[in-house]
């Protein structure tokens, strides 16, 4: 039972400091850049300054009105709201609406990860824009696992 319960701590332990962790270099080219969240819309889309609106690829939170909706919002406000990101466009830059496809850095760490790995968010995997999709499913299952975020608190 003990060993049982130190695993679970490392696992989870290991879990919240990957958040910080990068997955690796941005893609050369001008399909990246620096911006500042002007507004967040929801947990999974964004306004950046020079940009304008872009989702968050791999990504699908909550819609208005669903359980965990705002934790999920908060989330992306409290951790980039204001703030300058690195993003990196997907290989498909822009989706039906009109949004800019991209990822979103900050501090090293990929903002779309954390959100599914903290539970605010689960897989959306879009062809082509698939890079990290192995990610974000491993992400999602140790989430639902451990029960972190919506995983826990929503039916």
């Known amino acids: 039972m003990l060993k049982l319960l130190r695993a679970a701590v490392i696992a989870v332990a290991l879990f919240l400091l990957a958040d910080g962790l990068d997955l690796g270099p941005l893609d050369e080219g001008g399909r990246n850049g620096r911006a500042r969240v002007v507004r967040v819309i929801d947990g999974d889309t964004v306004q950046l300054s020079g940009v304008g609106r872009v989702r968050l ?3 699908d939170t909550p819609e208005r009105g669903r359980c965990f909706e705002d934790a999920a919002t908060r989330f992306t406000r409290e951790r ?4 300058r990101v690195r993003y990196a466009l997907g290989e498909e830059d822009e989706d039906r609406y009109g949004r800019m496809l991209a990822y979103l850095y900050r501090r090293g760490g990929m903002h779309n990860l954390a959100l599914v790995r903290r539970g605010y968010a689960e ?3 879009i ?3 698939d890079r990290f999709a192995g990610r974000f499913r491993r992400a999602e ?5 451990t029960r972190a975020g919506r ?3 929503c039916r």
């Open 80 to 83: 980039i709201g204001g703030r």
């Open 127 to 129: 062809p082509p824009n």
């Open 57 to 59: 690829i791999g990504v």
């Open 123 to 125: 897989t959306l995997t």
């Open 151 to 153: 995983w826990g608190a």
């Open 141 to 145: 299952r140790a989430a639902r696992r």
